[in-house]
């Protein structure tokens, strides 16, 4: 008889683990005839999912409405966009805190990088530039 090597065993381990316990659980479900209590503890899961999510975006709106004032500031960050001129709170509310922030004090002024998207070391999908923490520019690589 063939000897099973690592990968195989790990192979069979994956197996008997996410295909095996699920129809394990399964037959007893079905031996136990409890289906009617596993589909209402599903709905029951569901709809409450559904009705968090609602709950938490109808209060991020109220949130940014109450903070902004101002309705196609809030239309704009909850579409997660960027514009010049979009304070560091506004950029933050729209797409979050960056991944790396670098600095460089100037003259007249500070100037931030902020690096979001990382796609290896040093390297970002999109960096905003912000100088007196307004947004000036970004690039973006696609």
């Known amino acids: 008889m063939a000897k099973i090597s690592a990968k195989e065993q790990r192979a069979l381990l994956f197996l008997?683990?996410?295909?095996?316990?699920?129809?394990?659980?399964?037959?007893?479900?079905?031996?136990?005839g409890a289906w009617p209590f596993v589909l209402g503890a599903l709905i029951i899961g569901g709809v409450s999912y559904?009705?968090?999510?609602?709950?938490?975006?109808?209060?991020?709106?109220?949130?940014?409405?109450?903070k902004y004032s101002n309705e196609s500031t809030v239309q704009?960050?909850?579409?997660g966009s960027i514009w010049e001129g979009m304070s560091e709170d506004q950029l933050i509310d729209s797409i979050g805190r960056p991944a790396?922030?670098?600095?460089?004090?100037?003259?007249?002024?500070?100037?931030?990088?902020?690096?979001?998207?990382?796609?290896?070391k040093?390297?970002?999908?999109?960096?905003i530039t912000l100088d007196d923490g307004q947004v000036n520019g970004w690039d973006s690589k696609g």
């Open 16 to 32: 008997g683990i996410f295909v095996g316990i699920p129809v394990l659980v399964f037959q007893k479900i079905t031996d136990a």
């Open 50 to 66: 559904v009705f968090i999510k609602k709950s938490q975006h109808a209060a991020r709106i109220a949130y940014l409405r109450k």
């Open 76 to 79: 704009a960050i909850l579409k």
């Open 122 to 127: 040093n390297r970002y999908g999109l960096r």
């Open 100 to 120: 790396a922030v670098d600095q460089k004090y100037l003259k007249t002024k500070t100037r931030e990088v902020w690096k979001y998207y990382p796609q290896g």
